[in-house]
T-cell receptor, first 117, second 113 residues
């Protein structure tokens, strides 16, 4: 069964350093999402791509976070500089095309755990 | 925007009993309601979903019911097993390519052997 691949699985970084996460969605999925999940909370959307275009980045802290999906396939989420409050799991997800009535569902990767010290 | 709430936040049941997890949502235009199961250290996994043109959907021991008038939906797990122990998230969204899935805070289900 096809999966959403993420790396690294675990990352410890010092505050003020830069960190990057990579995601490879399920083949053929046009929509890619980055979510942040704080321990004990539900996932919260950071950014949503349709192919290579950003369709929603309203919750992305743009002063320190950036995301790109240059060729409309894999994606990178970057944090610079990292702050203590950024410690969380960063989840990548993908779907064929959002949650359209045709029955597309959103599939999640295993997540990347970030600890900022 | 959409607001999804889950109640209770924790639930403990005896193996073999049924478990019911309830969610409410605020956006009357939402019409897609998935449920995800998340095991420790893993990403959420879709277990069942329902769209607003149906009121109930079943898949083996799992069922979801939807009441659009009251804006709530519930997950029902019958004959619970220890491997059902996990965090369960409900979510809601409108449909469409640019739609956004909003999650509840999750409920921790513990199945006592």
């Amino acid at each position: 069964e096809a999966e959403v691949a993420q790396s690294p699985r675990y990352k410890i970084t010092e505050k003020s350093q830069a960190v990057a996460f990579w995601c490879d969605p399920i083949s053929g999925h046009a929509t890619l999402y980055w979510y942040r999940q704080i321990l004990g909370q539900g996932p919260e959307l950071l950014v949503q791509f349709q192919d290579e275009s950003v369709v929603d980045d309203s919750q992305l802290p743009k002063d320190r976070f950036s995301a790109e999906r240059l060729k409309g396939v894999d994606s990178t989420l970057k944090i610079q500089p990292a702050e203590l409050g950024d410690s969380a799991m960063y989840l990548c997800a993908s779907s064929l095309a959002g949650t359209s009535a045709s029955g597309n569902t959103i599939y999640f990767g295993e997540g990347s755990w970030l600890t900022v010290v | 925007g959409e607001n999804v709430e889950q109640h209770p936040s924790t639930l403990s049941v005896q193996e073999g009993d049924s478990a019911v997890i309830k969610c409410t949502y605020s956006d009357s235009a939402s019409n897609y309601f998935p449920w995800y199961k998340q095991e420790l250290g893993k990403g959420p996994q879709l277990i069942i979903d329902i769209r607003s043109n149906v009121g109930e959907k079943k898949d083996q021991r799992i069922a979801v019911t939807l009441n659009k008038t009251a804006k709530h939906f519930s997950l029902h797990i019958t004959e619970t097993q220890p491997e059902d122990s996990a965090v369960y998230f409900c979510a809601a969204s409108r449909t469409g390519a640019n739609s956004k899935l909003t999650f509840g805070k999750g409920i921790t289900l513990s199945v006592r052997p």
